[in-house]
């Protein structure tokens, strides 16, 4: 029987299969014409869709006025002969320069933010009344406007949520490598740590890790966003052991699916011209990880065997968790900032072992300077209490990290009535603080028990995003 898993090549078959030309609407005349900057079919959205013709005599269409401005921002207004919107009321074409359009009302009829296009100012004021939101003209809507409604941080989340309706289906890779020994803040070599500590029996030199994980976004309304993460792990651990004199090392393997995480998102406040958003976050992972609860007879602490699986090499937890949050988000035209603070209880399982509480903050700096690439900065803070086992306190477990990163973003083709995405990031740790243990052997050498730290950490993510007509 095959062993279940979401293999990483299957990333670079989608990406073969779509990356070699970005799929326009001109290049397939006789096929469904999609939005150039979201993708979406815009013949589901004739209630809001818009039309550019180019100098050329070229027309295209967008799925609705925050597209249509996103394109008139990246092409220029002298690239145009002609814009047009359509009138909400009569669905008529009317010149786009001179419509006017509300925003921030509570129907978002196609992308973020929400521009609704009027004939004239007093039905746009009307509807607003009736709706909420602000009334703008064309040149204000262009100034206000962003090239992308929202970006997506790797390591924290964004407060933005895009809209009843909005599915997303991603594959991802993840590679994670830790090769320092660390005793608080100050990192050494494996080999030369162990080599210089007669009395150490055992050391970690590097741990390795490969997740691959499918990953499921779904937003039932505009103020609300579910996701879904089944992770599969491979993960390997080099251990130096001393044997009598001599110094060799062991390797352990251990490969399998981690636990389900389930994650949901309610945006509580956003201002009127989305560029604010303030999104409350709770979550919870099911233990479909197995967890190893194998004890060594040798060891033990406080009078009682330990279980001495490495937490980094367990799969799962065999016991839910909890995740609870605020999230902020905030756009700058270009640039956009968002910032997180999380607090993770874990609950103890039915081997009496329990992961330390996690407290977490982070933010990302992101800059969009086309609709298509983003690049940006991420930081966070991580901090986590020492294990337990049978409520006693694990010593080489727990501390403080800080990690940056740089990621990009670049949306490569429009597909099947929505877009694919490619996402990726590196980062480091550039602050460790770990905790260690200390213990005497019988001949009253002292030695350590530590963590590792150091090393990188990379990504990889193909996305696929649509959003489904939510006013059919």
């Given amino acids: 029987m095959m062993p279940t898993r979401i293999p990483a090549?299957?990333?670079?078959l989608v990406l073969a299969c779509f990356a070699p030309s970005r799929a326009r609407a001109d290049d397939a005349p006789?096929?469904?014409?999609?939005?150039?900057?979201?993708?979406?079919?815009?013949?589901?959205?004739?209630?809001?869709?818009?039309?550019?013709?180019?100098?050329?005599?070229?027309?295209?269409?967008?799925?609705?006025?925050a597209c249509m401005l996103r394109v008139v921002d990246a092409q220029g207004r002298s690239a145009f002969q002609s814009i047009t919107v359509r009138d909400w009321?009569?669905?008529?074409?009317?010149?786009?320069?001179?419509?006017?359009?509300?925003?921030?009302?509570?129907?978002?009829?196609?992308?973020?933010p929400n521009y609704i296009a009027f004939a004239n100012r007093e039905d746009a004021e009307a509807f607003s009344k009736t709706r909420g939101g602000a009334v703008v003209d064309f040149e204000h809507a262009l100034e206000i406007n962003s090239p992308r409604g929202a970006t997506q941080p790797f390591r924290i989340r964004q407060a933005v949520t895009p809209g009843k309706g909005t599915f997303g289906l991603g594959l991802a890779y993840a590679y994670?490598?830790?090769d320092r020994i660390m005793v608080g803040t100050?990192?050494?070599?494996?080999?030369?740590f162990i080599d210089a500590n007669p009395a150490q029996p055992r050391a970690p030199s590097r741990i390795e890790n490969n997740m691959q994980a499918l990953v499921v976004n779904y937003s039932a309304t505009d103020d609300t966003s579910l996701l879904l993460t089944l992770p599969y792990f491979e993960k390997s651990m080099k251990t130096y052991e001393r044997n009598g004199g001599t110094i060799g090392q062991t390797t352990s393997s251990d490969n399998g699916f981690g636990d389900l995480a389930i994650e949901a998102r309610y945006n509580g406040w956003r201002s009127t011209y989305f560029d604010k958003f303030l999104t409350v976050l709770g979550g919870?992972?099911?233990?479909?990880?197995?967890?190893?609860?194998?004890?060594?007879?040798?060891?033990?602490?406080?009078?009682?065997?330990?279980?001495?699986?490495?937490?980094?090499?367990?799969?799962?937890t065999c016991a839910p968790s909890f995740t609870t949050g605020l999230l902020y988000s905030q756009r700058f035209h270009r640039i956009w900032l968002h910032g997180q603070g999380l607090y993770r209880p874990y609950v103890e399982n039915s081997d009496d072992y329990k992961l330390g509480d996690e407290a977490q903050i982070g933010a990302a700096l992101h800059y969009t300077p086309h609709y298509d690439?983003?690049?940006?900065?991420e930081t966070d803070l991580l901090h986590a209490l020492k294990n337990k086992d049978g409520g006693l306190e694990i010593g080489n477990t727990g501390g403080t990290r800080v990690n940056l990163a740089f990621v990009f973003d670049w949306r490569f083709v429009n597909a099947f009535g929505g877009n694919f995405t490619l996402r990726g990031s590196v980062g480091l740790p550039v602050y460790e603080d770990l905790n260690s243990q200390r213990f005497t052997n019988p001949k009253g050498q002292e030695f350590r028990q530590v963590q590792l730290g150091g090393g990188f950490f990379a990504n990889v993510v193909v996305n696929y995003n649509r959003r489904f007509n939510p006013l059919e």
């Avoid at 100050?186 to 030369?192: C, I, M, Q, S």
């Fill in 186 to 192: 100050d990192r050494h070599n494996p080999f030369a």
């Fill in 89 to 112: 009321i009569s669905r008529a074409e009317v010149d786009a320069e001179r419509a006017y359009y509300s925003i921030g009302s509570d129907l978002i009829p196609d992308m973020l």
């Fill in 9 to 12: 090549s299957l990333l670079l």
């Fill in 373 to 377: 690439y983003m690049v940006g900065i």
């Fill in 30 to 65: 006789h096929e469904r014409e999609s939005c150039e900057v979201c993708g979406m079919w815009v013949d589901e959205y004739q209630h809001s869709a818009t039309t550019v013709v180019y100098t050329d005599g070229r027309a295209q269409h967008t799925c609705g006025v």
């Fill in 176 to 178: 994670m490598v830790r």
């Fill in 284 to 316: 919870i992972t099911l233990p479909s990880g197995s967890f190893d609860s194998t004890r060594a007879p040798s060891m033990a602490l406080g009078g009682r065997q330990v279980i001495t699986t490495a937490p980094g090499m367990q799969l799962g």
